[in-house]
């Protein structure tokens, strides 16, 4: 199974600002996935991200606000840009190791935006 | 379009007792199903999952969930629940084209009484 290190486990941010969340895999994977879940409620997917070609985005979710790098096969960046106090969620990333598989999360990224 | 339906938001139940979380799904190209649980301020972990083959599918911690095609549904039960099953369960299809997304259900919330 993938082990996933993602990176700021937690952070507080002033509203304006821009983090940019990081995601490595112990192993090559074809596909990550960026999850949003929101106090309460179940996961939202963000955006797929394949190595080698821009980020397909969810209804709901733009390159401008989330822009997502997948320089290579074991790393992705998610940036959450211009915060506001509705973008305080967890961020999870996460990668399906082969066709069928069940997904693997990293522990995820606890933001709050003040 | 393609939905998870998890038809009840919580489930309080005793110790115990047996239980049946119900979840629903549509879609309009084959699917792999899963239930992922998470407990209070963990991450996401996998509980079980049905790719293909037998449509009965056990954890191993008592649960198990069952296929049916006919009505779209993978409902998942325990015969008899422990203090330590406390915790919000999340119902999961994966999409078996293109881009292989997951999709969530709302998640239902199982609290077991002394």
């Known amino acids: 199974s993938a082990v996933i290190s993602q990176k700021p486990s937690r952070d507080i941010c002033q509203r304006g600002t821009s983090l940019t969340i990081q995601c490595q895999v112990d192993?090559?994977?074809?596909?990550m996935f960026w999850y949003r879940q929101q106090p309460g409620q179940s996961l939202t997917l963000i955006a797929t991200a394949n190595q080698g070609s821009e980020a397909t985005y969810e209804s709901g979710f733009v390159i401008d606000k989330f822009p997502i790098s997948r320089p290579n096969l074991t790393f992705s960046t998610l940036t959450v840009s211009n915060m506001s106090p509705e973008d305080s969620s967890i961020y999870l990333c996460?990668?399906?190791?082969?066709?069928?598989?069940?997904?693997?999360f990293g522990n995820g990224t606890r933001l709050t935006v003040t | 379009a393609q939905s998870v339906t998890q038809l009840d938001s919580q489930v309080p139940v005793f110790e115990e007792a047996p239980v049946e979380l119900r979840c629903n799904y549509s879609s309009s190209v084959s699917v792999y199903l899963f239930w992922y649980v998470q407990y209070p301020n963990q991450g996401l972990q996998l509980l079980l999952k049905?790719?293909?083959?037998?449509?009965l599918v056990e954890s191993i911690n008592g649960f198990e969930a069952e296929f049916n095609k006919s009505q779209t549904s993978f409902h998942l039960r325990k015969p008899s629940v422990h203090i330590s099953d406390t915790a919000e369960y999340f119902c999961a299809v994966t999409l078996n084209t293109g881009g292989f997304k997951t999709i969530f259900g709302a998640g239902t919330r199982l609290f077991v009484k002394a």
């Open positions: 192993s090559q994977v074809t596909m």
């Open positions: 049905y790719l293909s083959g037998s449509t």
């Open positions: 996460s990668v399906r190791p082969g066709q069928g598989l069940p997904l693997h």
